[in-house]
């Protein structure tokens, strides 16, 4: 069984930041890909930045250049900072761990930035 536990969301202004993190636990050994998507009303889950096993490094078009992903070393933990927000970036982001075909989500911390 895997376990995700997020924290940092919040309400910011335009312009300001947030740092969202993950904690992984329990049969985590060997993951893939551990990241954070994000899904506003009526609308599909979309993926934000993710990070592989291997460290390597996967931004989304909005977020490049404003948000950065990274992983403590030696633990399952993962930190999207934000900086430079914006309403658009208002929703519910989830953290997600994946083995090969198979998906673990965190229930979701909600962003919301005011105008």
């Known amino acids: 069984q895997v376990h995700l536990v997020e924290s940092g969301g919040g309400l910011v202004q335009t312009g300001g930041s947030l740092r969202l993190s993950c904690a992984a636990s329990?049969?985590?050994?060997?993951?893939?890909?551990m990241g954070w998507y994000r899904q506003v009303p009526g609308k599909q889950r979309e993926m934000v930045a993710r990070?592989?096993?291997?460290?390597?490094?996967d931004l989304a078009s909005p977020a490049e250049g404003r948000f950065t992903i990274s992983r403590d070393a030696g633990v399952n933990t993962i930190h999207l900072q934000m900086n430079g927000l914006k309403p658009e970036d208002t929703a519910v982001y989830f953290c997600?761990?994946?083995?090969?075909?198979?998906?673990?989500w965190g229930q979701g911390t909600q962003v919301t930035v005011s105008s």
């Open positions: 997600n761990i994946r083995f090969g075909d198979i998906d673990y």
């Open positions: 329990g049969n985590i050994f060997k993951f893939n890909v």
């Open positions: 990070i592989s096993n291997g460290g390597f490094r």
